[in-house]
Antibody
Framework: EVQLLESGGGLVQPGGSLRLSCAAS????????MSWVRQAPGKGLDWVST??????????YYADSVKGRFTISRDNSKNTLYLQMNSLRAEDTAVYYC??????????????WGQGTLVTVSS | QSVLTQPPSVSAAPGQKVTISCSGS????????VSWYQQLPGTAPKLLIY???KRLSGIPDRFSGSKSGTSATLAITGLQTGDEADYYC???????????FGGGTKLTVL
């Protein structure tokens, strides 16, 4: 059974940093692209970033709103996905979901999702 | 403002059919596959449809997807109260090199 478990969320001040983790199990982690998708309170889904699997060479993609501030990475030996978030802003406040991604550049779809971790940026 | 445009809300009676549209452009829907998600209150999104019209295993055939040009549609037949949820479309935008979601549509089963 595919399982994705996020951790690392919490309260952080504007301008601060946070690192999210997503522990994956139940599938060959290295073979799949992985993504972060966020959802601000009461708002819709917002794609944040994707990293391809081994076949894709670990290529990374970012939403313009986070480019230069967030870094997606993965440790295939630990079956773990990360999102390093720097220079956080109030508008980054959201539930952050880890999701397994398919197809990517010809029409991405997300077939498994974690339960999400809440990031609150506030002073 | 979302790259993909969905109606904010739709409604229909139990047993009826409803359609949810998702409008984009040639850089996204027009040249890439579309997926659809259901999000029940307080839960993570769930994939329903991928590659425009393929149902994920276990998804009832009451749910179907289609695409024409730069627009996609999710149809739900035989509506049930348990279908009340937010629905999102998604795809890749080749010009932006990013994934994109629609703004979401809230389905109310009257």
């Amino acid at each position: 059974e595919v399982q994705l478990l996020e951790s690392g969320g919490g309260l952080v001040q504007p301008g601060g940093s946070l690192r999210l983790s997503c522990a994956a199990s139940g599938f060959t982690f290295s073979s799949y692209a992985m993504s972060w998708v966020r959802q601000a309170p009461g708002k819709g889904l917002d794609w944040v970033s994707t990293i391809t699997g081994s076949v894709g060479g670990g290529s990374t993609y970012y939403a313009d709103s986070v480019k230069g501030r967030f870094t997606i990475s993965r440790d295939n030996s630990k079956n773990t996905l990360y999102l390093q978030m720097n220079s956080l802003r109030a508008e980054d406040t959201a539930v952050y979901y880890c999701a397994r991604a398919q197809r990517i550049t010809t029409g991405v779809w997300f077939d498994h999702w974690g339960q999400g971790t809440l990031v609150t940026v506030s002073s | 403002q979302s790259v993909l445009t969905q109606p904010p809300s739709v409604s229909a009676a139990p047993g009826q059919k409803v359609t949810i549209s998702c409008s984009g452009s040639s850089s996204n829907i027009g040249n890439n596959y579309v997926s659809w998600y259901q999000q029940l209150p307080g839960t993570a999104p769930k994939l329903l449809i991928y590659d425009d019209n393929k149902r994920l295993s276990g998804i009832p055939d009451r749910f179907s997807g289609s695409k024409s040009g730069t627009s996609a549609t999710l149809a739900i037949t035989g509506l049930q109260t348990g279908d009340e949820a937010d629905y999102y479309c998604a795809t890749w935008d080749g010009s932006l090199s990013t994934g994109v979601f629609g703004g979401g549509t809230k389905l109310t089963v009257l």
